[in-house]
């Protein structure tokens, strides 16, 4: 499915957080993330979307976003745990850290794919990491 795919989330997004990360994607995710997205057919230069939270404590810029790839979880916990009242719909992350700043998970419950995989059965791996602003142009937002 990867094969078909020509652009990532964030150069479909194009904004400037977004080129950003694209810019700084290296330096995103440790090797033991991207051998594991290796192992699992995706192309790590191809999420589904990517987002930006703003500055962190350390001076680095805070990023989510999420993978996805065809097939479902037989075993071990969602990485999307309910919160709350049994009849709430909250959720929250329950990821696991790899490397300094990297968390990710694997979860049933996914936000929009990629379009080559609707209607699949998926498993997304979301992810949280830190990486510096590498743009010559600044950051606008909040910080």
């Known amino acids: 499915m990867y094969g078909s795919i020509e652009k990532g ?13 694209a810019a700084a994607r290296a330096q995103a995710l440790p090797q033991r993330v991207l051998e594991l997205l290796t192992q699992l057919g995706i192309d790590p230069k191809l999420e589904g979307e990517v987002y930006c939270y703003g500055r962190s404590r350390r001076g680095l810029y805070g990023y989510g976003g999420w993978y996805h790839f065809v097939g479902r979880i037989e075993a071990g916990d969602d990485a999307w745990k309910k919160a709350g009242k049994p009849e709430d719909e909250y959720h929250t992350a329950d990821y696991v850290k790899v490397g300094n700043v990297t968390e990710i998970g694997f979860s049933s419950r996914y936000a929009p794919p990629l379009g080559e995989f609707a209607g699949q059965e998926l498993v997304q791996i979301p992810f949280e990491t830190e990486i510096p602003w590498v743009l010559a142009e600044p950051h606008d937002g909040p910080d």
């Open 9 to 21: 989330g964030p150069e479909e997004c194009g904004c400037l957080t977004c080129r950003n990360y």
